[in-house]
T-cell receptor
Framework: KNQVEQSPQSLIILEGKNCTLQCNYTVSPFSNLRWYKQDTGRGPVSLTIMTFSENTKSNGRYTATLDADTKQSSLHITASQLSDSASYICVVSAIAGGGADGLTFGKGTHLIIQP | DVKVTQSSRYLVKRTGEKVFLECVQDMDHENMFWYRQDPGLGLRLIYFSYDVKMKEKGDIPEGYSVSREKKERFSLILESASTNQTSMYLC??????????????FGEGSRLTVL
């Protein structure tokens, strides 16, 4: 069964500090992996997409990594800001299988940035 | 600016009532989706549509139906609302099938409470 596990479930850090969120998956055959950011009371917004051949991709202060061999991805946030407080959801696409839409969603990491 | 608009941000209904959740996208996307999001469970797919008048069951379709009479509009219907349908409902659209790198664009969500 395709699964996506995210850790930690929740995280509290001080403003200005760095943090790393983890995503482990068992989805196969793998198509791509996206990280979404969901502000409280809003819909998720895509931060970045990782395909099989990509190891690292940056989007401003967000850097995503992918290790397709170990089936792990991470999202690193540098110099955190209060606006980074949100839930971060890892979503993995399968070429076949997964959910009916071909997607398997992680349950998310709830990140709180304290001033 | 691309947009997915959900008609109601907050609704309170009574058990047994019929509930309509409306979603409109202005991006000329073929694919539209309805998810529900519950704490600890993540996003779960209810129904999706790859074309006008076409619908496919997702992973949890029981108690729901959908309608897609126009390309830009996708409606979720709860024929007889029950308390276990209290949840956040998220509509999304995508240009290409999400499996093949397609990004999901989400609405702001509709928080439904069934009393």
């Amino acid at each position: 069964k395709n699964q996506v596990e995210q850790s930690p479930q929740s995280l509290i850090i001080l403003e200005g500090k760095n943090c790393t969120l983890q995503c482990n998956y068992t989805v196969s055959p793998f198509s791509n992996l996206r990280w979404y950011k969901q502000d409280t009371g809003r819909g998720p917004v895509s931060l970045t997409i990782m395909t099989f051949s990509e190891n690292t991709k940056s989007n401003g202060r967000y850097t995503a990594t992918l290790d397709a061999d170990t089936k792990q991805s991470s999202l690193h946030i540098t110099a955190s800001q209060l606006s980074d407080s949100a839930s971060y959801i890892c979503v993995v696409s399968a070429i076949a299988g997964g959910g009916a839409d071909g997607l398997t969603f992680g349950k998310g990491t709830h990140l709180i940035i304290q001033p | 600016d691309v947009k997915v608009t959900q008609s109601s941000r907050y609704l309170v209904k009574r058990t047994g009532e019929k509930v309509f959740l409306e979603c409109v996208q202005d991006m000329d996307h073929e694919n539209m989706f309805w998810y529900r999001q519950d704490p600890g469970l993540g996003l779960r797919l209810i129904y999706f549509s790859y074309d006008v008048k076409m619908k496919e069951k997702g992973d949890i379709p029981e108690g729901y139906s959908v309608s897609r009479e126009k390309k830009e509009r996708f409606s979720l219907i709860l024929e007889s609302a029950s308390t276990n349908q209290t949840s956040m409902y998220l509509c999304a659209s995508s240009k290409t099938t999400p499996t093949f790198t397609g990004e999901l664009f989400f609405g702001e969500g509709s928080r439904l409470t069934v009393l």
